[in-house]
């Protein structure tokens, strides 16, 4: 699903789209809206941590084949995708969630460190802490 503004369209077909990145959907660093004085990098981190840190998001998340990321030197950053036209957040939400003040609360806090809008794609949402089942649970099948 997709909160933008507070609504939920359901998701893109493709687990995302195409904004100006790289040709499998990600964002390669010569892409990424970085304002002035900060280091592709550094900006990334600084997403990744800011969104992490939103009560409710359970992680970022890398799209149904793993497109959505943004490459550095020696690693990629999942979930997140920079670009001149707009910057994507992927992310799975803890349930129960209330994605649109969710979404809303990701855009508020990521915003103010990029340039462009921010779109907030909910790629999943999971139980908060769930009991894997043990061996001696499990039924026989």
């Known amino acids: 699903m997709t909160s933008n503004g507070g609504t939920s369209n359901g998701g893109t077909s493709n687990g995302g789209t195409s904004n100006g990145g790289t040709s499998n959907g990600g964002t390669s660093n010569g892409d990424a ?16 941590n800011t969104v992490l840190s ?4 359970a992680g970022l998340h890398g799209g149904e084949f793993g497109e959505i990321a943004t490459y ?16 994507e957040i992927h992310v799975t939400a803890f349930y129960p969630a209330d994605l649109p003040a969710l979404g809303e609360a990701v855009r508020r806090y990521v915003e103010p460190i990029v340039d462009g809008p921010v779109r907030v794609v909910f790629q999943d949402i999971r139980r908060p802490h769930a009991d894997p089942v043990s061996a001696e649970k499990q039924v026989p099948s």
């Open 33 to 48: 809206p970085i304002r002035a004085g900060r280091d592709t990098a550094d900006l990334v981190d600084d997403i990744a």
């Open 54 to 57: 939103i009560a409710g998001i």
């Open 72 to 87: 550095l030197p020696g690693r990629r950053v999942t979930g997140i995708r920079l670009g001149p036209g707009g910057n």
